[in-house]
């Protein structure tokens, strides 16, 4: 009996290898222990894009960097975490290098790059663990923009004007990110106290029924 081509022979270890694929989550989760550092676990994508020199690398980095936030050296963390999303945002760290750089930045009270590096995580990772935190703190720094704090230039000095436009911004960006959740009808009130801060009086009733007709069951509605 003549023998069949390759191709067909690996036929079946194909579909095999695919309905494995299938069957794992897309994406790996990542796991920080002391002892051996950040390690991927699950996924079908994670076990192929981490099993090389990047990721490797990636990982080697991330090991870094965590080791010195968790040593009180929030600088130097800051640069390894920003350098793994820069150098290997295909990796299964980058979510959460842009995740944890944000923290930082939100603690060196640098509001507009915390928020960016959070939206990065949600425009390039939605389907992360940290999805609802980065919301929260999206909000937070919506509303502390909106209420009329400083941003810190290079984490260390406040700039000289407030930004409440800034802040108006990113709750618009909260609502199209997170319609659904519980900060959604609070970056709505928060736009409507904003407008007013403003002198927007018009605007500010149009975000009350925005919020109204968009949430009427909600506690903030009446």
Not at 47 to 54: H, T
């Amino acid at each position: 009996m003549p023998s069949l081509p390759f191709r067909v022979r690996a036929l079946p270890d194909l579909i095999l290898i695919t309905c494995a694929l299938l069957a794992a989550p897309a994406y790996a989760d990542i796991v920080w222990t002391p002892q051996s550092g950040w390690t991927v676990q699950g996924g079908a994508l994670g076990s192929l894009v981490d099993a090389d020199s990047a990721g490797r690398n990636a990982k080697e980095i991330m090991d870094r960097a965590t080791v010195a936030e968790n040593s009180g050296h929030a600088g130097t963390a800051l640069s390894l975490y920003e350098k793994v999303a820069r150098n290997y945002p295909r990796s299964d760290f980058a979510a959460e290098a842009l995740f944890r750089a944000g923290n930082l930045r939100l603690d060196r009270r640098q509001y507009y790059t915390s928020f960016e590096l959070y939206q990065q995580v949600v425009s390039l990772h939605p389907d992360t663990k940290h999805f609802n935190q980065i919301i929260g703190q999206q909000y937070d720094i919506s509303k502390a923009l909106i209420d009329g704090a400083h941003n810190h230039m290079w984490g260390l000095i406040p700039a000289p004007f407030t930004n409440r436009e800034q802040g108006l911004e990113y709750a618009e960006t909260i609502l199209t990110n997170a319609p659904r959740s519980e900060y959604a009808p609070l970056a709505l009130m928060n736009i409507a106290v904003g407008l007013q801060h403003l002198g927007r009086t018009e605007e500010s009733i149009d975000a009350l029924d925005r919020m109204i007709n968009t949430y009427p069951q909600n506690l903030l509605a009446p």
